[in-house]
């Protein structure tokens, strides 16, 4: 969501008359986009702002902001400390930048952190210069109403709110006529977006009729209310992914109560084989949070025995890191050991691993659709990829280029990335209807 937002910070700046430079030492203005979603995402910031510190002493004129949600949560500190940053801009108050710009010039502190009901940037056609041309994030929706117990979002990015989906589908249009082939359309909890009579499942069936060779994928949605509509509409659009990111947190029923997340270990798991029965191989991946407020070993291994009984294909796992203002930190103690929780989340990273593994060695032989993402991490004659089922493929370049659809046969494996040989350039109509006649 960060990475989409910069994107729109991009198109403020870039009609301002403003060029974004590679280096920031021959930068005027360096605006550091910000998350507080844990602790350590925050001290990486305060980090980078010591190492401009150099950089500002060399240039009386360099302007330093702050970006995002760190902004809102501790604009006092940031402003008083050591004259690191000169100004700092809330999530919802990007189009003010070029004003607070002026004050600064004008030997000031800026400063706009307010939020709002109602901003989207609907109209502002984000300015994608760091992604891979390829595929790119859309924001469908801003705010968080939810309130989980441990979670800063709603105080840092405000309430919710639903962007107009003729917006979002004009996006779409253009994406695909400048030759994006992916979009994932992002939300804190997209199963209320909501439009007048536009629900999600609605927007994503207009969002696959853009253009059938685009495909979508989205993230997060909420248990509590995923809409089994959508999960058919998944099943009969080719070009909707079948891939979901649905987040448990964790796999004991009080923990799940004491997090303010309304539903059961049993609910969730009856959710995850409807996905599996409507949407056959479908691939799931998930967010899990170790030693949360009073969580017992039994507890634990609740989650444990969760997440080896859905076998995710991908699970990003933290230990819990209080935040100020959330439910957890005014009615709770943080009281499971920095030790006990970095061991649990060492045991859920294991067994996830492993679990990764093998649900990967039964992926060798088979056929995949993949789209070239760009140049491997590894050595540059070889690209890397998604399936539609998003894993990571790694294949020999030969003649093929980023934005291709390849038919990829996978023949190895680690526990994160697919290895495969390239049989053709292909296209999701054409890779359907060989799979059909197969
Ligand atoms: N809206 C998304 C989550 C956004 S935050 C959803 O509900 O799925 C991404 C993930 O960060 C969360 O799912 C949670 O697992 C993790 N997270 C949020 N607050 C946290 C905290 N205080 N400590 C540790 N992890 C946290
Ligand atoms: Fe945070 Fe819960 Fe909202 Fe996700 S749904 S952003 S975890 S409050």
């Excluded at 401009?52 to 902001?65: A, H, I, N, Y």
């Amino acid at each position: 969501m960060n990475f989409s937002d910069t994107e729109i910070v991009n198109s403020i700046l870039t009609e301002e008359g403003m060029e974004p430079v590679q280096e920031a030492e021959n930068a005027d203005v360096i605006f550091l986009n910000t998350c507080s979603i844990r602790e350590n995402a925050e001290t990486k910031v305060w980090n980078r702002l010591k190492e401009f510190r150099s950089l500002k002493k060399e240039k009386d004129d360099l302007t330093v902001g702050v970006l995002g949600c760190m902004a809102e949560r501790i604009r006092d500190k940031i402003i008083d400390k050591e004259g690191l940053v000169d100004m700092v801009v809330g999530p919802d108050a990007y189009r003010d930048i070029p004003k607070l710009l002026s004050e600064v010039e004008d030997g000031r502190k800026a400063v706009n952190v307010l939020l709002s009901l109602e901003e989207t940037y609907a109209d502002i056609k984000p300015v994608r210069t760091t992604g891979n041309g390829v595929s790119a994030f859309v924001t469908i929706m801003r705010g968080c109403d939810n309130m989980c117990a441990f979670c800063v979002v709603p105080f840092t990015r405000g309430r919710e709110r639903s962007r107009p989906m003729g917006s979002i589908l004009d996006e779409l249009k253009q994406l695909s006529e400048q030759g994006y082939k992916e979009v994932t359309l992002l939300g804190q909890n997209v199963n209320s977006y909501l439009d007048g009579d536009n629900d999600f499942t609605k927007l994503m069936y207009e969002a696959s009729q853009v253009d059938p060779e685009m495909r979508i994928r989205f993230s997060s949605p909420h248990p509590k209310d995923f809409p089994e509509e959508l999960l058919h509409v998944i099943a009969e659009q080719s070009n909707l992914c079948n891939y979901i990111h649905i987040p448990a947190q964790s796999g004991n029923n009080e923990v799940l109560e004491r997090m303010r997340r309304p539903y059961t270990r049993e609910q969730y798991l009856d959710l995850i084989d409807t996905m599996r029965e409507i949407i056959p191989g479908v691939t799931l991946s998930t967010d899990i949070i170790t030693g949360f407020c009073d969580e017992t070993e039994e507890e634990h291994e609740d989650t444990m025995s969760l997440m080896a009984k859905v076998k995710y294909d991908l699970a990003y796992m933290f230990a819990y890191s209080e935040r100020g203002r959330t439910l957890a930190q005014r009615k709770y103690e943080d009281n499971v050991p920095e030790e006990v929780k970095k061991r649990r989340l060492s045991e859920i990273i294991e067994q996830q691993m492993n679990i990764q593994e093998e649900l990967n060695k039964k992926e060798i032989g088979k056929k995949h659709l993949v789209l070239a993402e760009g140049t491997s991490k590894r050595s540059d004659e070889q690209l890397c990829g998604r399936t539609d089922t998003n894993k990571m493929v790694v294949f020999d370049r030969e003649d093929y280029n980023k934005g291709d659809y390849v038919e990829v046969v996978i023949n190895d494996c680690t526990s994160a990335t697919l290895m495969g040989e390239a049989i053709k350039k292909s296209s999701i109509e054409e890779f359907n209807s060989d799979m059909v006649t197969a």
